[in-house]
């Protein structure tokens, strides 16, 4: 399971759950297609032409599995960086490919769901075009207006040579796998035909756990011999399949199904799964498990596994229950407990069957239950990164649980939602608030400050508390170093050294892998990296704060005197500068204000520590921290934080006197 949590198996996992979910819509309308011919046939309705109707099923479903390709190469593409509409021309040509290859004597036929070409075609094809550009590239000049035109020549030999790389590939995998299948086919080695039904299963529920229609997958590989054989009179082990395995289609769809509408906590999740209910009723369960399962390492183990319990326990009913069978045929699409009631002319069948159905689905629910109490932020956070357009992943805290943990919290969800997709480039932005040195009488540093920009309107980060407590403040704190760092560059060109204070949420200095990133991206640039107290709790971020150190940067102990203070941190801790927290400033005309003041000031002035004082917003104010020998202030009574357009002419014409 380590494997799967990877930051960039991860990356990809999603990416074909986007692709998946992005083919939903079609997978509906064929769905309807399919329920829609099965009313027909059973109601004997003669008004609509039935070769007609399933001639247009059969062509509209044909297509599944190419409109899957070209969904997975666009995402692959978007993820990857490479040109979209270059990946899918190439995903669609070597799907074609591919099926031509395995039916060579036969006109071109697209194949019926999810096949193996679906996924290898467009993942492997784009891949090789990412791999491949630098060698293959025209590389020709693309900064003049003809940028588009020109992007596409650059491909045109990068496409033939993924091309011919992927159908090799494709064709020596198939070689081998042919000698392995047939050499080691699990299913026509001499085994109990129950044992052989078991590994098909198991089979089946794979592929269509990694987005391949499992039954055709399967049919494919190793026939399906073994459906027909009879294993009771007038029952084939193929009918013991439909009625107490499959119940609800693959995984035991209905179960699953029951399972997310009581335990789903997404409303979108919710929507489709009352849209599934009907098929799921007759075995169609194309719909549900491409909303969910596909790629689900949370659904895994209930998907693969509940049909093989289903399995082991209808094989103990049937042997134990004196049960006989009619000659009723029943068919696939026949819905749970009617088709158990023909086959037997019992009740005792759809009372067992019904008895699976709650087995199944209290282990469902289990499962569902984890699956959305940590999908809910996994999602967010990749949602958050990608808005902010974060290339690489950032571990969130470790304990993210805890904010789950929390009722109140987990009430407040839906707001998160809705604030996560709303953050973007073009609604967050950076401004600066002045440090002014009293000594030198300069404007030279500045913090970075986060504003939100509400339909033109300016605010501060109304929404810092909620996506702070959600474990996603690294993402924050990783997006605001990257404009900062943009900024600082573009001041270098205009012949403008500022100093930038940054601050880091405790999280983030948690987080080895978001330091490792900050601290490179700032090599060289002259910045302070301010932190809270209560950061020098936790040893890893103890750990990364030694390391900016080590790296030479400035450290900043931010809100000194309120929370969690202690002059311990004073005694342990090696920092350059101390900023007195506004609750204090505001207490600065008391007696008593002005002598906890005072003192803190004339302490760190002993360990050598620099002093800014924030939330300076009077004359009165200004005059005593003066007299106390401050060496930076911080506040409205100077200037609020400033639009980056303006932070250079703000530096440039500072002047005290004119305060």
């Known amino acids: 399971m380590k494997f799967l949590l990877n930051k960039r198996i ?25 329920l829609f011919y099965i009313f027909i046939n059973y109601f004997n309705i003669s008004f609509i032409p039935k070769d007609l109707l399933d001639k247009f099923t059969k062509t509209v479903t044909s297509f599944t599995s190419l409109i899957a390709t070209v969904s997975i190469a666009f995402f692959v ?84 040579a993924a091309y011919i790389a992927t159908m090799v590939l494709y064709i020596s995998v198939d070689a081998i796998m042919d ?14 035909n129950i044992i052989i039904l078991a590994i098909r299963d198991f089979l089946v529920q794979l592929f269509w756990f990694i987005g ?8 494919a590989l190793f026939g399906k011999e073994i459906l027909f054989r009879q294993m009771f009179p007038n029952l084939t082990y193929g009918e013991f399949h439909r009625i107490f395995i499959n119940i609800g289609g693959a995984g035991v769809g209905l179960s699953l199904l029951i399972a997310l509408l009581i335990h789903a906590k997404d409303n979108t999740v919710k929507t489709l799964s009352k849209i599934a209910a009907p098929f799921v ?86 499962f569902i239950k984890k699956y959305f109490e940590i999908q809910s932020l996994e999602n967010k956070k990749y949602i958050l990164q990608n808005n902010l357009e974060i290339k690489d992943e950032i571990r969130a805290k470790k304990d993210i649980k805890a904010f789950l943990a929390n009722q109140e919290l987990i009430e407040a969800n839906t707001k998160l939602n809705e604030l996560i997709n709303d953050l973007n480039q073009n609604n967050l932005l950076i401004y600066y608030q002045p440090k002014i040195d009293l000594k030198y009488n300069k404007a030279q540093k500045f913090e970075a400050l986060i504003r939100y920009n509400d339909n033109g309107q300016i605010k501060g980060p109304f929404f810092l508390d909620i996506i702070e407590k959600s ?16 900024d600082l560059q573009t001041w270098q060109l205009q012949n403008f050294f500022p100093q930038i204070s940054i601050n880091l949420h405790p999280d983030t200095l948690k987080s080895s892998d978001a330091m490792d990133k900050i601290i490179e991206m700032f ?22 704060i030694n390391k900016l150190i080590q ?109």
């Not at 819509?25 to 399919?34: C, D, H, Q």
């Not at 036969?106 to 491949?132: D, E, N, R």
């Not at 391949?212 to 049919?219: D, K, Q, S, W």
């Open 471 to 486: 474990g996603l403040a690294p993402i924050i704190d990783i997006w605001v170093c990257q404009q900062v760092k943009e």
């Open 179 to 192: 000698i392995i299948i047939d050499k080691y086919n699990p299913l026509v080695i001499n085994l109990p």
């Open 281 to 366: 009723i007759f075995n169609i369960n194309d719909i549900i498990i491409f909303l969910i399962v596909v790629f689900n390492r949370f659904l895994f183990l209930p998907f693969v596994f509940l049909p093989l319990l289903n399995l082991i326990l209808a094989y103990i009913f049937i042997n134990i229950v004196p049960l006989s069978f009619s000659t009723y045929h029943v068919i696939w699409s026949t819905p749970v407990f009617i088709d158990g009631f023909l086959k037997t002319n019992s009740f005792i069948v759809p009372a067992f069957q019904l008895s699976l159905i709650v087995i199944d689905t209290i282990i469902y629910s289990h």
């Open 551 to 659: 790296h030479k940067y400035l450290i900043s102990i931010d809100d000194f005197g309120v929370g969690y203070s202690s002059l311990e941190t004073l005694i342990k801790n090696k920092f350059d500068e101390l900023k007195l927290d506004k609750t204090l400033i505001d207490e600065i005309e008391t007696k008593k204000g002005f002598l906890v003041c005072q003192n803190t000031v004339n302490l760190c002035k002993d360990l050598n520590i620099k002093v800014v004082a924030e939330g300076v917003e009077t004359k009165a104010q200004l005059n005593s921290l003066r007299f106390m020998d401050v060496d930076y202030i911080q506040g409205y009574y100077f200037s609020p934080a400033l639009p980056f357009e303006k932070v250079k002419e703000f530096s440039e014409n500072f002047n005290l006197s004119d305060f």
């Open 523 to 544: 090599k060289d640039e002259n910045v302070v990296f301010e932190v809270i107290e209560r950061s020098f709790v936790d040893s890893n971020a103890k750990e990364n």
């Open 77 to 160: 593409a978007k993820r990857i960086k490479v040109s979209e509409i270059i990946a899918i021309i190439l995903s669609i040509v070597t799907f074609l490919s591919i099926t031509v290859y395995e039916n060579p004597k036969f006109p071109l036929i697209l194949p019926y769901g999810f096949t193996t070409a679906t996924i290898f075609a467009p993942i492997v094809s784009t891949y090789f075009l990412k791999i491949l550009y630098p060698k293959f590239s025209l590389h020709i000049n693309l900064t003049d207006g003809n940028y588009h035109i020109y992007r596409f020549f650059n491909y045109i030999f990068v496409f033939f």
């Open 10 to 34: 991860v990356a990809f996992i999603i990416t074909l759950q986007e692709a998946f979910v992005a083919v939903i819509p079609f997978i509906i309308f064929t769905a309807f297609l399919m």
């Open 212 to 219: 391949i229609h499992g039954e055709h997958m399967v049919n």
